[in-house]
């Protein structure tokens, strides 16, 4: 009898396209492009003196030597601290916005070894647009694509030996939010976008069985009042009509603490992907 295999390609591909279109087919990138989305990001990041950013650093494989390439390297939160550590960093980033705050921080800091890519990695072409090979290529919570196993295979063109993926696993709470608010702001039900779980099913079917840490994460936007949180979820929860930014007001409002500052907390567990070629 045969077996036919699962094709965890198409899963991947399906349950984004659920998710894209829980999201108004709106992509997710999108919501950087304003410049003060993307300088928030970057602050946050900075939380704890950069523990986060830190702790990264040293679970990366980095060598005054290295080469390294940022797949969705956002505003530079982690390339620019690595560029301080390392020969070279490329760093793919197709946001404006995301560009916009990251040039400004480049230069603040007088870093020349970083080369910026303003691409959708699917776009990129890994002889023409980079400077292969890297020592380490990685991807930080930025791979929103349509086609993974194509992603991971240019992940690995671009690499000559290490090859990292920070992703999520299970209910993040920026899913618990939508869960409860796209029924009362859309009349719909709101779909996640895939997991780790489809993610390690893709690299087993391809021959590669990598390293996983899985570990917890919390992050907190802090917002001055009501009037600054409801502007920023408003966007990423399409909230356009008065009515919909009622609604959002409303479940915000739980957030409220002392003189009126709204912290909202952004609990998730995620997981570090990674293996060595097995050509290296």
């Known amino acids: 009898m045969e077996t036919r295999s699962i094709d965890w390609n198409c899963i991947w591909r399906e349950q984004r396209r659920r998710h894209h279109e829980a999201n108004r087919d709106s992509a997710d990138a999108s919501f950087w492009d304003a410049k003060g989305a993307a300088r928030r990001f970057y602050r946050a990041a900075q939380e704890n003196n950069g523990e986060r950013i830190e702790k990264t650093l040293r679970d ?3 060598t005054d030597t290295s080469r390294v390439l940022d797949v969705g390297a956002g505003p ?4 620019i601290p690595i560029a ?4 070279h960093v490329t760093a793919v980033e197709p946001s404006e916005g995301m560009r916009s705050v990251f040039d400004e921080e480049i ?4 870093i020349g070894n970083i080369d910026v890519v303003p691409k ?4 990129v072409s890994v002889a023409d647009d980079l400077s292969p090979p890297y020592d380490v290529v990685f991807a930080s919570y930025s791979l929103d694509v349509p086609d993974i196993v194509d992603t991971v295979r240019k992940l690995e063109e671009a690499s000559s030996r290490y090859v990292y993926i920070y992703w999520f696993a299970g209910e993040t709470s920026w899913d618990a939010m939508s869960r409860e608010l796209w029924p009362l702001l859309h009349g719909s039900s709101f779909a996640s976008s895939p ?18 840490k899985t570990f917890p994460l919390r992050q907190i936007n802090r917002f001055v009042d009501i009037d600054e949180a409801v502007d920023h979820f408003a966007s990423k929860c399409f909230a356009v009509t008065e009515e919909q930014k009622e609604v959002l007001r409303q479940y915000l ?3 409220v603490g002392p003189e009126g500052v709204i912290v909202v907390p952004g609990d998730s567990t995620r997981v570090k992907v990674w293996w060595e070629k097995a050509d290296s």
Do not use: H
Request: charged share 25%; proline share 5%.
């Open 60 to 62: 990366l494989p980095l």
């Open 84 to 87: 301080r550590r390392v020969s």
């Open 253 to 255: 409002e739980r957030y």
């Open 120 to 123: 959708r990695w699917e776009d």
């Open 76 to 79: 530079g939160a982690l390339a």
């Open 107 to 110: 230069a603040a800091e007088g």
């Open 195 to 212: 997991k780790c779980d489809i993610l390690y099913n893709v690299l087993y079917s391809m021959g590669i069985y990598p390293n996983i």
